[in-house]
Nanobody, 124 residues
Framework: QVQLVESGGGLVQAGGSLRLSCLAS????????MGWFRQAPGKEREFVAV????????YYLDSVKGRFIISRDNAKNTVYLQMNSLNPEDTAVYYC?????????????????WGQGTQVTVSS
């Protein structure tokens, strides 16, 4: 079992930056693939980014490539999402996810553990 708590969301102007953090409980953080999803109002939840257990491989949604960076600190049980050059289309609730599977996957059903979400609002 792992519990996930996100932080770092808020209101930012277009072109600005935010860094989301996700603190995981438990002693086996390094055994989980970690990722981020988001859900905008009236839209389905979508994959944003994922990172392997060791942090050596990442994968991104095409629309955030070059703007967002996912990283992790296994000593701190924390995964991060650095979001730069934000635009209003990035407005959503952002969810931290975890799973013990090794493969990097984009489906919501692939992740067993979800945080409560943190709101990110980008104003134009």
């Amino acid at each position: 079992q792992v519990q996930l708590v996100e932080s770092g969301g808020g209101l930012v102007q277009a072109g600005g930056s935010l860094r989301l953090s996700c603190l995981a409980s438990g002693r086996t953080f390094s055994s989980y693939t970690m990722g981020w999803f988001r859900q905008a109002p009236g839209k389905e939840r979508e994959f944003v980014a994922v990172i392997t257990r060791s942090g050596d491989t990442t994968y991104y949604l095409d629309s955030v490539k070059g703007r967002f960076i996912i990283s992790r600190d296994n000593a701190k049980n924390t995964v991060y999402l650095q979001m730069n050059s934000l635009n209003p289309e990035d407005t959503a609730v952002y969810y931290c996810v975890a799973d013990s599977a090794i493969l990097l996957r984009q489906s919501t059903s692939a992740y067993a553990y979800w945080g409560q979400g943190t709101q990110v609002t980008v104003s134009s």
